[in-house]
């Protein structure tokens, strides 16, 4: 079974079109990681009959994707999407990622929005932000990749098996990177669409990201 994970938070607004979109495309099920929503991003999710799991208070995506990953787990994922609750990924783009993960035989793709023209990208996101993050992702994990910061991606079970995310927040796209090295897990980086609906992460954030991936790489 296909599951797609999808952490929240304070996404009453996009969750139900994002649900819909999966459901159009054949995926039905769906977990949706409530990450402390102070809004009804739980119970629109639910009404629309994705199991629902809850976090108390605010945790982060790292945390969220690894409640949902052991949720999958638990129900007999034999396959798990991550995808983001905000509407910039296209759902199309799963049959893809998936056909070449089995065709490969791979453990993880992971989504690049860099790999074909299809992404609006705002300019100093591509030429400033998103270089820098390849740099020092690169020095940290020692893996090289076009899009280092992608929520998209595609996990066999034996993935979600060996993958346990420790960063509760935005460092855990790193963090994910360096197991996939160290576990010898066979990845490789396919073309997906993202839709900018605003702007999203600006430089202040990358700083705390990288704060928070040091203090993971020198006092882990």
Known sequence: MVFIVIPAFNEEESIGRVMGGLFEHGYKNIIVVDDGSTDN???????MGAHVVSHEINRGQGASLQTGNECALSMGARLVVHFDADGQFNPADIKSA???LEEKNLDVVLGSRFLDGRSNIPWTKRHILFPLGRLINRIIT????????????VLTRRALEKLHINHDRMAHNSEIIKLLKQQNLAHIEHPVEVMYHEYGQGFSGGIKILLELLRGKFLN
């Open 41 to 47: 991003t739980r119970e629109v999710a639910g009404s």
């Open 98 to 100: 998936i056909k070449i």
């Open 142 to 153: 020692g893996v090289k990749l076009s899009d280092a910061h992608n929520g998209f991606r």
